[in-house]
């Protein structure tokens, strides 16, 4: 589930950074919300707005999927019932705004939201019309057997690549190199083929994988949440480098013109779209999902992932990283 905090307050959005929480200013509140098709917390800071907050709440509360709470660091709720009634599902005044809102509140109210107030079939329902108003997929039921080079279909598409990779041209001799180099480009393989994918673009530190999008589902984002959680495995197990290695995964949703030879000259808006998002938005160690393939991803891993913003007017969303102790 999504959250945002709509705030004016730049010392405040510093803190909510440091808490791990995404805010935007309330100016881009309607564009904002825009980009969200699915179930969304937002919080709003009353201090940002003028006299019309109420209409502000009105707004929120006639949206669906959208469920807010209210900071209001001045006080000027003078009958807290009513914004309950009125839909709200938290309240935080004062001093109690910097004390309280956190990851553990946050956690609280989406637990009781997925419990008690969100349909999920309702809500995937509405996340894929969303998603059909925006491209005309072109699904292939029989995976890869009913795959026609030379034809247009819609493909669940995986850019990773490998970080620091001067370091690695610097630190080790072009043989041993090569030799982890290929060794990760088969555990990469290996696991994408076991959820039905296909090497499609390899260059030394990364490349691209193809799954064939059935209109059902998408089992990209499986593999890419295995690649992130079985890669300290990797490391131990199978990898030739000497250290723990890093590399940042994207997907995306889209249609492109299956070719099996000369990848290079394939010429694809879905294809260029994912190397920006992994060469100029992705960090190091990060897996990224575009909302169009998260409309479709497994509905036990979404809670696992949070908004990270948008990229060329694009909602991503950022896989959270188990905490690992050094």
Known sequence: MDIVIFTNSEPFRKKLRAKG???LP???LRKGLSQYSGPVLVYIDLSGFSASWEKTLAMLSKRQHIYYGVLDPKKQVKNVMELVFGGAVDYLCGTQIAHELGIKRIKKITAYLKKYR??????ADHEKKIAAKSIEYIPVAG?????????????SIMFVELDDQQEMEKKYGKK??????????RYIERNSTAF???????????GIV??????????????????????????VEESFFPHFISFRIALHLGNMKYQENNTGEVISDSINSIFHIGKKFAEPGNLYVTQEIFNYAPAPIKSYFKSAGTFESRPILKMRRPIIET
């Not at 890869?144 to 493909?155: A, C, H, K, M």
């Not at 209109?215 to 992130?228: I, N, P, Y």
């Open 21 to 23: 929480l995404f805010s």
């Open 26 to 28: 309330t100016s881009e």
């Open 118 to 123: 969100i349909d999920y079939s309702q809500t």
């Open 143 to 155: 995976g890869w057997q009913d795959i026609v080079p030379g034809t247009e279909y819609t493909f």
């Open 176 to 185: 041993n190199l090569e030799s982890a180099l290929e060794v990760f480009r």
């Open 196 to 206: 039905g994918g296909r090497l499609w673009m390899w260059s030394r530190f990364g």
């Open 210 to 235: 193809l799954f064939p999008f059935n209109a059902e589902d998408s089992t990209a984002v499986l593999c890419g949440f295995r690649l992130m959680l079985y890669k300290f495995m990797h490391d």
